[in-house]
């Protein structure tokens, strides 16, 4: 039973934060590493943020100094901070990820989104 769980969406005004949340629920399971992508109504699905199993990280151009992409030391959670939300924003947010138990290679996996809407 391998998923990715994400929570922390929800509705809030231009200018405001989130942080979203993506868990590896199973039993000793592991991310090596990850990426938040996001998907607009009618848009293409894309990269918004990736961390790496040695822990660098790269941004979009939008979201260069205003997202952050962390994890836990565990490295069972995979966080993405949005500040100064602006409308264009708006989008289901998804996480990806490669799944490890102990340093076996389970594969990837997509989680099944979270809502974040930014009002004006």
């Known amino acids: 039973q391998v998923q990715l769980v994400e929570s922390g969406g929800g509705l809030v005004q231009a200018g405001g934060s989130l942080r979203l949340s993506c868990a590896a629920s199973?039993?000793?399971?592991?991310?090596?590493?990850a990426g938040w992508y996001r998907q607009a109504p009618g848009k293409q699905r894309e990269l918004v943020a990736t961390?790496?199993?040695?822990?660098?990280?790269k941004y979009t151009d939008s979201a260069q100094g205003r997202f952050t992409i962390s994890s836990d030391s565990a490295k069972s959670t995979v966080y993405l901070q949005l500040n100064s939300l602006k409308p264009e924003d708006t989008a289901v947010y998804y996480c990806?990820?490669?799944?490890?138990?102990?340093?076996?290679?389970?594969?990837?996996?997509w989680g099944q989104g979270t809502q974040v809407t930014v009002s004006s």
């Open positions: 199973g039993s000793a399971l592991s991310i090596s590493a």
């Open positions: 961390i790496s199993s040695t822990g660098s990280t």
């Open positions: 990806n990820a490669d799944i490890r138990r102990t340093w076996y290679n389970l594969g990837n996996y």
